[in-house]
């Protein structure tokens, strides 16, 4: 399927296949029972995570269960005056490797995602956006850990400075909507923030189309 002029393999974009949709249907039909939480126990607190054991009993058997606890984060999709988008190449110590991502950060204590949009955007690109827009809201991985970021639509940007920390390594990339899906496409970008951004602002911004 072609999309903005890149191909994508169907059913992808722009609605759900007959089977997916059925799924979808029969997901949200169906009753569930929550387990019962008998226990949680704090094991470690960080700066930004704390990792909690969290004991559940089900059907009178009890499991224990890994949580990492997360404020939450935000992302955002900044788009130049010439329709470009700024995206990062940044080195994640985590995979040990570089990543091209939107930016992003951690929201501080007691921080509003949209002050923590406007605040990480302006330190890792150098830019301050004039005009910004909620996209939407996503859990990172809710398997295993409670974070929950807000992407947001950043336009109307305006050059200041970047206040990067110390051990961010980071190169700023422009790219336009099609370079952008077509790196998508050939599977460079594997950051999951970025990849449900995008697709937030397509949905968004096809909706004024």
Known sequence: MLYHGVLFPSPYIPELSGLAKTLYIGLLSQPYVKPYTTRRRRVYSGKRISLELIELEVAGRKYVKEVVLHRGAVVIVPRLANDKFLVLKQYRVAVNDWVIEFPA?????????????LRELEEET??????????????????????????????????????????????????????????????????????????LYLEKTSKKD
């Open 105 to 117: 950060g951690t929201l501080e204590e007691g921080e509003k995602p949209e002050e923590c949009a």
């Open 126 to 199: 150098g830019f301050r956006a004039n005009r910004i827009t909620f996209l939407g809201a996503f859990y990172a991985s809710p398997g295993y850990t409670s974070e929950k970021l807000y992407a947001y639509l950043a336009e109307d940007l305006v050059r200041t400075e970047a206040r990067r920390e110390p051990t961010e390594f980071i190169e700023t990339l422009e790219l336009s909507l099609r370079e952008l899906l077509s790196v998508i496409a050939e599977g460079k970008i594997g950051d999951g923030k970025t990849l449900a951004s995008i697709l």
